[in-house]
C-alpha cells in the first residue's frame, strides 16, 4: 500500500499584479498555506509528499522567497519530499533548484530525469519537462510496467489533451497523453500545471488520473482551487481514493450584477451582505443606473473595499443614465454650477465612446458633491 500527499503551483513569488493593495498579502498567505499541506501530511503519516512543478513563479525567485520555503521545508524533516519542476521553475542551467541552500534538505528530492525512483510503497516515473515549447507527450517516456511489480505512479506537469476547461489551448502547451495510463499500465498520473483540482476517469469508471490544483487560489476565475490531495492505493492495480483536502484560506467570488435603476443598490447591498466573510471579491456591473444614484454606488463600494482584502468592480459595462429633463437641473444656487451641470449633461447626451462618458460621469458626481457642499 502507498499513501502520499500530491500537490503543485504554489507559485511563490508570485506578483498578485492586478490584486492591487491585496498583492503582498496573497504572497505572504501562500507560503503560509504551504504549512497546511505539510502538516495534514505530518498527521497522516504519509509515506511521501509529491509535488508537481511551478513550486516557484520563475527560476529567479528572489532568495527571501526560496528561504522561506526551505525553513518550511525543514519543520518537516521527517517526510520525503519528491520534487518534479514545472515550466516556471523549469530545468536547465538557471533552476531555482541549482542553488546550494536546496542541496542541503536532506529529505527533498529534485527529479530531473525520467529515470524511475524507488520509493516508500511505489515506484515513481518523473517525466520531467525541459522546453516550455515541447509538442511531444511528456508521459511518452514512461515505460511499460504492467507486468512489474508494484504500485507506479506517474509524475507530469502539462495539459491533459483533449480535457482542458480552455479551447484549444490543450494543443499547445505542455501536451500529455491521457492514454498513457493504458499504455504503460501505470496505476496513477500525478499531474500539475493546472490550477484547479480535477480528477478524470478511464473508460471503467476509476480515476487514476488527478491535478491536485494550486493549494492557494492564484485569482479569479479559477474554480476548485485551494487543495492538495491524499491519495491512497492499496495495490497494483487497485483503484486510488483520491480526497481533496482544503489548504487554501483565501475566499474568492467572482459575481456579475445587473442593475435595473435606483432600487438595484438595495438588492447590491443585500448581495454585498451575502458574501461578507469573502476576502477576495470581483463585480461586474452591467445594466443602468440613473446618474443622481451614482454618488450612492460609489459609497456603496467605498465602504465595501473596508470589508475585505481585495474588491475589484468593473462598471465598463454598466450604463449612466441622465435623466431626460434637463431643463429643470437642481439649483446649487450658483448659476456657475447650475451652467456647469447643464453643459456637462448635454456633453454626455451626446457622448458615445464609453471612456469619455465614464470622464464626464465623474466630473457630473464630483460637481454634484460640491455643488452639495460635500468636500470633494
Ligand atoms: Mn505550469
Not at 498578485?16 to 504572497?27: H, K, N
Not at 519543520?75 to 518534479?84: A, H, T, V, W
Not at 530531473?112 to 525512483?117: L, M, N, W
Request: hydrophobic share 35%.
Amino acid at each position: 500500500m502507498v499513501r502520499f500527499i500530491q500537490t503543485s503551483d504554489w507559485q511563490i513569488g508570485m506578483k498578485g499584479g492586478g490584486l492591487g493593495e491585496a498583492g503582498p498579502i496573497v504572497r505572504e498567505i501562500r507560503i503560509e498555506s504551504i504549512h497546511n499541506v505539510l502538516k495534514f501530511a505530518q498527521e497522516k503519516e504519509v509515506d511521501f509528499v509529491l509535488l508537481c512543478g511551478d513550486i516557484f513563479e520563475h527560476n529567479m525567485t528572489g532568495q527571501e522567497d526560496v528561504k522561506k520555503v526551505v525553513t518550511i521545508f525543514n519543520k518537516y524533516p521527517d517526510i520525503p519530499l519528491y520534487l518534479l519542476p514545472g515550466n516556471h521553475d523549469i530545468l536547465g542551467p538557471d533552476c531555482v533548484y541549482n542553488r546550494p541552500i536546496f542541496q542541503r534538505v536532506n529529505h527533498l528530492t529534485i527529479l530531473r530525469t525520467s529515470d524511475s525512483v524507488e520509493v516508500t510503497g511505489a515506484i515513481l516515473h518523473p517525466c520531467p519537462l525541459l522546453s516550455t515549447f515541447t509538442t511531444q507527450d511528456l508521459t511518452e517516456t514512461i515505460p511499460v510496467v504492467s507486468e512489474v511489480d508494484g504500485i507506479h505512479i506517474g509524475v507530469a506537469h502539462g495539459s491533459l489533451i483533449g480535457k482542458s476547461p480552455v479551447p484549444n489551448w490543450e494543443e499547445i502547451d505542455l501536451p500529455i497523453n491521457p492514454s498513457c495510463v493504458v499504455r504503460t499500465g501505470i496505476d496513477y498520473l500525478a499531474l500539475g500545471h493546472w490550477h484547479s483540482h480535477r480528477t478524470f476517469e478511464d473508460s471503467t469508471g476509476i480515476a487514476r488520473i488527478a491535478y491536485s490544483g494550486t493549494h492557494e487560489q492564484t485569482n479569479y476565475g479559477e474554480d476548485n482551487a485551494g487543495h492538495c490531495l491524499l491519495v491512497q492505493i492499496d495495490g497494483k492495480g487497485d483503484a486510488p481514493k483520491i480526497v481533496p483536502i482544503k489548504t487554501g484560506q483565501l475566499t474568492w467570488v467572482s459575481m456579475e450584477f445587473e442593475m435595473k435603476d435606483s432600487s438595484s443598490l438595495i438588492e447590491l447591498e443585500k448581495y454585498f451582505e451575502s458574501i461578507k466573510g469573502i476576502d477576495m471579491v470581483r463585480l461586474v456591473l452591467h445594466g443602468e443606473l440613473p446618474l443622481e444614484s451614482k454618488e450612492e454606488l460609489d459609497n456603496i463600494l467605498e465602504f465595501q473595499t473596508t470589508l475585505h482584502k481585495n474588491l475589484r468592480v468593473k462598471l465598463d459595462s454598466l450604463n449612466i443614465t441622465v435623466p431626460p429633463s434637463l431643463e429643470a437641473p437642481p439649483d446649487f444656487g450658483d448659476p456657475t454650477l447650475n451652467q456647469t451641470e447643464i453643459h456637462l449633461k448635454q456633453l454626455l447626451a451626446n457622448e458615445i465612446d464609453p471612456r469619455k462618458r465614464r470622464i464626464i460621469i465623474e466630473a457630473l458626481t464630483h460637481l454634484q458633491r460640491f455643488g452639495k457642499g460635500i468636500e470633494v
